[in-house]
């Protein structure tokens, strides 16, 4: 690169740089204006998407401390949800607008921000359209209805068995393990409210709609191609051995 070429491309840097800058700064003063500055929130304070963002983002660093307080984190992010109008905000309204039950009985999900510390996504279902027992491995959920209402219930896993059994399905071998599994909470969540778990209280839940139903959930961290959900097979016929609150399950791990 010649010098004059070096000169212009630094100057063109330069300008780069104090655009995005200033870009940056109006985003983050748009932010604020619109719903006052950090110092000044509280729990009344109306958020839009771009403050809830910016709110959030600060949050999410959190599970990078060690030890990482989960339950004073998914509260501070219920704190957030509850402070969002969701169905007003255009990115989620122009989601819901095109809604269309595309998978009958499996809902239908889209992504309004992702990022590698946390997510934001979209769930949509019609009554009935149920969700089995799944876990989030190593992640906090916080779920908020914003229409309709569902049942979620949640569980731990109280005793791991060692017993396991093999099976074929096509080219691939599982190994089905068993477990008891303790209801940890047994809740209708309605317009509005938010339900939580976090990567040791409550994880495995499942969901099931009353009505036409609409979800935001913010997982932390986000989900990664790695990441593998375990699905369980629950008997809810009966408590185990007659003990309240208890329940035998069954899951299954790919072999090879
Ligand atoms: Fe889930």
Redesign the pocket.
């Given at each position: 690169m010649d010098d004059y070429k070096r000169r212009e491309f630094i100057k063109l840097s330069a300008l780069g740089f104090v655009t995005i800058a200033t870009q940056l700064n109006s985003i983050s003063a748009y932010a604020q204006k619109a719903n006052a500055h950090f110092g000044k929130w509280n729990e009344d304070t109306k958020l839009n998407w771009d403050a809830f963002l910016e709110r959030l983002s600060q949050l999410a660093k959190t599970q990078h401390e060690v030890p990482w307080d989960q339950k004073q984190y998914t509260d501070q992010v219920r704190q957030l949800l509850l402070q969002c109008n969701f169905p007003a905000f255009e990115n989620i309204k122009k989601e819901m607008d095109a809604y269309e039950n595309k998978r009958p009985n499996w809902f239908e999900s889209a992504s309004l921000h992702y990022e590698m510390d946390f997510q934001v996504s979209l769930f949509q279902f019609e009554k009935g359209e149920y969700?089995p027992h799944?876990d989030?491995p190593n992640m906090t959920?916080v779920l908020n209805v914003v229409s309709g209402s569902l049942l979620a219930k949640n569980y731990n896993v109280e005793e791991q068995s060692s017993e396991s059994r093999e099976i074929k399905s096509g080219e691939k071998t599982f190994e089905v393990k068993k477990c008891i599994l303790r209801e940890v909470e047994n809740e209708i969540l309605k317009t509005g409210d938010v339900g939580l778990l976090t990567a040791d209280e409550g994880n495995i839940?499942s969901i099931m709609p009353n009505e036409f139903t609409q979800m935001v959930d913010v997982f932390t961290p986000a989900y990664q191609y790695n990441t593998n959900a375990n699905w369980y097979k629950v008997n809810e016929d009966g408590f185990y051995q007659g003990k309240e609150h208890l329940y035998e399950a069954e899951y299954s791990i790919t072999r090879f």
């Open positions: 969700i799944h989030h959920g839940h």
